[in-house]
């Protein structure tokens, strides 16, 4: 007996196995990734779908669409490094018969654009060695120093009130601040630019709004980065000898800012949490038997910054962990759920210090490019801020604190803390040096505040 494939249009599938999704799909229905029960509780339904499907499980997206959820950490990394799997979204049926809503707010994350996130082969090694190569020119040092810099500058405005909401304050506007100076935004926009990523990767109805506003201030940029080039991420990739297209290069940018600023944003917040909640945590740290370094490894263990990423689709049938996926199937890569595999994690309480092989940052030819990026800013940033106010303390009961979840990820969405009113060390403002033209090698006067800008703080 042959079976349809859950995400099949009537075309015949192989037969598949008793008991696979096909089967429970076809009784049963599939189970959404989205509404307020699976992003509230996203780890009981992992475990409701391991259960009921095994290492891959069917689910709904947005709008009625399929897709396959990945719940085995081997089974993720057979998708991340096979070329049974590819990143490019050409092959997803959805795409081929036209059947996603052009409002969809699946499209900001997954519509094909020229990114090394969704092309495969030649290509993508191409666009990967300008990623990678330009992203090796960033100064580790002077990056450090930024971190430290616009991390004092957020503590000295809560200092002195002895309270703060560590999310808002400081979780969220670090890695804004320090990405865009990485990237050459302008300073004035760089909260504004976070806001709209967060908005990019909601899912709601501000997904496509947040998108375009992105779009534009890359168009800003790679236009003024090409006037004049400077010592930043823009204008290595306009000068990198693979030769970008200004299109290239603004698809790029907005790529890494989705993947450098939400998840950092995660990662920060979640590791304050652990720091202020979990008392084997406070107590090792604070009595040198834990580094931070530590402790954020067990973060991206235990809730790594991205929960889910939708960027697989099968290039043909093909088994995967005995399931029967067909051909221009979506096959979302379950890395929170792959985390908690009992195969390999029997006992998540147990800690995992010093062990990296967490799915939090990808595996294969994809593999995050910029994940020292986030760590240094996450570890930098709250180095700083617990050397600086060593007694901060929840200001709520740790179950009073609230996670939304997205179909992507999971947010914090407050952390209020109290501590011992101190007077703010008001650390220098981060000076930004007169950007060198590389064409003429003449000092020139930075542009003026871009049409974006907002003010950095309130």
Known sequence: MTTPSPHSTGRAATAAPVGCPAHAAGSGGLRPLYGPEAESQPYALYEQLRAEHGAVAPVLLYGGVPAWLVLGHHENLEVMRSPRFSSDSRNWRAVQQGSLPPDSPLLPITAWQPLVALTDGAEHARLREAVTESLARVNRHRMRRYITRYAGQLVDDFAGQGHADLVADFARKLPALVVCQQFGIHEDDALTVGTAVSDMVSGGESALAGNQLVVEMMHELVERKKANHGDDLASWLLLHPSKLT???????????????????????ANSLRMVLTDERFRGSLSGGR??????????????????????????????LGGVQITAGDMVMLGLAAGNVDPAIRPDVTEPVHGNRSHLAFGAGAHECPGQGLGRAIAETGIDLLLERIPDLRLSVADAALQVRGTWMSRRLTSLPVAFTPRRAEKTAAVQHAPEPSVQSGAITVPPERSRFGRPQRR
């Open 290 to 319: 834990m580094t931070l370094s530590d402790g954020l490894e067990q973060v991206l263990w235990d809730h790594p910054p991205l929960a889910v990423v939708p960027t697989r689709w099968a290039t043909g049938d093909t088994l």
């Open 246 to 268: 200004d299109e290239e290069v603004r698809e790029h940018l907005r790529l890494a800012l989705v993947a450098a600023l939400e998840p950092t944003a995660n990662l920060v």
